[in-house]
């Protein structure tokens, strides 16, 4: 028998990442030339805004520290915040009542939630105070009692903010609402619960996830809109400092007391939103 040829194996092909000197592959940054130099004139910017503003003797700083612990200031900023307070829960509370009547499966509870929603954010809040700070001209006694002694201006701010925020407050809840798969209730049907169980111990916790950010702005948003009081008199934080530079014509220096202290205050707020919303992340991958 003749001896068979055996086949030489096939040569290994060359590795075109073989680390050798000839060869080795060098990896260069991307250069970002224009990004840096962007940045650096921003910096620059804000460098000589900043430098312009605490130089700037028209803002008359001294003045400001002054201010901006006195006893009408820091007055003026609890009512503030307690108008803030009682408006977002008195808000919130009829805005989950508005959005529960626009889940309804009656027509007619739809309606009266949709018109509800649709009429308070269709007219400025200004003309919504000014409307109910003269409710007596339309109806001068209710049940025996005079209107100009029931709705004083704190009266009148709360009620005004409140129906207002509700509005808004509403399309939050129901937005949340939404977001619970249909499933989630379709399970806490079948184990028996009523509509109000189902609410408040499936659904509002879930939900709260999707209303956490958006009731966060608003509130954020509620406390700079009670400003607006200050023109039926209500002596919140900006109409404290008015009666301030009203007679000591410093208007710069109050004006930035009360900024500065919505500074401050909304910036708390941002932190404690963060919290609130990293809280209820918990479980979902977007706690951070």
Do not use: C
């Not at 460098?47 to 008359?60: E, M, P, T, W, Y």
């Not at 109910?132 to 029931?150: D, K, M, S």
Request: zero cysteines; glycine letters at 8%; proline letters at 5%.
């Amino acid at each position: 028998m003749s001896a068979q040829t055996k086949t030489p194996p096939p040569a290994p092909l060359a590795d075109p990442l073989e680390d050798n000197d000839a060869d080795r592959l060098r990896i260069v940054p991307v250069r970002r030339t224009g990004q840096w130099a962007a940045a650096a004139a921003v910096l620059v910017l804000l460098a000589l805004a900043l430098n312009s503003v605490i130089r700037n003797d028209a803002f008359q700083w001294g003045v400001v520290g002054d201010y901006f612990t006195t006893t009408a200031v820091l007055r003026g900023l609890g009512l503030t915040l307690w108008l803030t307070a009682l408006v977002m829960a008195l808000g919130f509370a009829l805005g989950t009542l508005l959005a529960v009547l626009r889940l309804s499966a009656n027509r007619v509870l739809q309606a009266v939630g949709w018109g509800y929603v649709w009429l308070f954010r269709s007219t400025p809040i200004l003309v919504q105070l000014l409307f109910w700070f003269n409710i007596g001209a339309l109806y001068p006694e209710i049940l025996g009692v005079r209107t100009v002694n029931l709705l004083g201006p704190i009266t009148v701010a709360v009620v005004g903010l409140t129906l207002h925020e509700a509005a808004y407050a509403a399309e939050v809840v129901r937005g949340g609402i939404l977001s619970v798969e249909r499933g989630q209730l379709e399970a806490a049907q079948s184990l028996g619960l009523g509509p109000w169980r189902r609410l408040y111990r499936i659904v509002l916790p879930q939900a709260m996830r999707s209303i956490v950010p958006p009731a966060g702005n608003m509130l954020i948003g509620t406390l700079k809109g009670t400003s607006i009081v200050s023109i039926i008199a209500v002596q919140d934080l900006l109409y404290s400092v008015q009666l301030v530079y009203h007679r000591t014509y410093q208007v710069i220096p109050l004006l930035l007391v009360a900024t500065l202290w919505y500074v401050v205050v909304t910036s708390l707020l941002s932190v404690g939103q963060h919290y609130v919303e990293r809280y209820y992340a918990r479980g979902t991958g977007d706690a951070r």
